[in-house]
């Protein structure tokens, strides 16, 4: 939940996790943490509420024994698909296929609900399950994308692996993830990307993103059919995010062991050719995809969520979004894992 705090310096927007810190009321004393505040962050610049100290949230009597963000002060308990004590442990304990059950995977959380823009304006009725790794934030309760998504039906669910948690399903790690949203959501597609909040250096490998890369290692290895969806950038200051992102050359050229689909948008003029140039260095090990990007345009306008990548909307980073959509209008003539033969 979203409330204003005042401190000496002034009001300030703040967060807070009920069910880890209790629920602030008006005129609550709270004790914050004021870290992304002070460093002045985009995304996730909010003061954290660590506590509501004269109303705590009771202790978790559970069920579940899975802990997450593991010793630290706000740790949480929850219940894992992939534990004894879930109703879905017999199905997950020896499942070791997602049936060939495309799995886009994309850098950003911001590719989202423009991927699903793709999908959807090909072949509405998918059940997409998104499955969320934890190289951004921790909590998906974070995301007003999936909140809003998964009210417009167009996520099945959410799944939240490794460190991360608040998902629809919990799991252990990306591999029963993956597993989880096949056979407990029904899932016909996943998407997998990091939580908000993505961490990067401008070193090649100090980059939360990497993970990109063992995500179509899992894909690969459960028996899917990954999608690689390139970052793309025409509005990015940055040198090293123009055109394809050296996150995508790296994760997908180096980190992924496994073959993928990559999809590379025929973006118009010379941008477009640099693109596809780009791309051509993921061909050593990956199968190129050019998918035509006429009509994304409209589809991507009517997003049932807010469009944004690094403060950046539809228009001030347009390659970016008809770059995950096409990753989308890819997987949409795939077939899904519920479709006969599939």
Not at 198 to 220: C, I, M, Y
């Amino acid at each position: 939940m979203e409330l204003d705090v005042s401190l000496a310096e002034g009001e300030f927007r703040a967060l807070a996790y009920p069910s880890l810190v209790g629920r602030p009321e008006p005129g609550d004393i709270v004790l914050l943490n004021t870290t992304a505040l002070a460093m002045g962050l985009g995304t996730g610049g909010y003061a954290m509420v660590v506590a509501v100290p004269d109303r705590l949230p009771e202790d978790p009597s559970g069920p579940g024994h899975l802990v997450k963000a593991r010793y630290t002060p706000l740790q949480a308990t929850v219940l894992g698909a992939d534990e004894q004590d879930s109703p879905h442990h017999e199905v997950l304990r020896d499942a070791d296929s997602i049936d060939g059950m495309p799995v886009v995977v994309a850098d950003l959380h911001s590719a989202l609900p423009a991927i699903l823009c793709g999908l959807y304006s090909s072949r509405p009725g998918l059940r997409v399950a998104y499955v969320m790794l934890d190289g951004g934030a921790l909590p998906a309760w974070f995301s007003m994308s999936c909140a809003q998504l998964r009210s417009h039906d167009w996520l099945c669910g959410v799944v939240t692996v490794g460190q991360s948690f608040g998902g629809d399903v919990e799991a252990v790690t990306l591999h029963t993830g993956l597993l989880a949203a096949r056979h407990v959501l029904n899932a016909d597609v996943a998407v997998v990307t990091q939580g908000p909040g993505n961490l990067g250096t401008g070193t090649r490998w100090g980059f939360s993103g990497v993970s990109a890369g063992e995500a179509v290692n899992a894909a690969s290895v459960l028996s899917g059919r990954p999608v690689a969806a390139l970052r793309v950038s025409e509005g990015d200051k940055r040198e090293r995010h123009v055109g394809v992102s050296h996150h995508s050359l790296t994760a997908y050229g180096r980190v992924a062991l496994a073959p993928a689909q990559v999809v590379v948008p025929d973006l118009p003029g010379p941008f477009g050719a640099k693109v596809r140039e780009q791309a051509e260095a993921l061909a050593v090990r990956h199968e190129l995809v050019h998918v035509p990007v006429d009509g994304l345009y409209e589809a991507l306008r009517e997003s049932p969520v807010r469009l944004s990548t690094m403060g950046r909307g539809l228009d001030e980073d347009l390659a970016y979004f008809l770059t995950s959509a096409a990753a989308g209008r890819h997987t949409a003539s795939l077939p899904a894992s519920s479709d006969p033969g599939a």
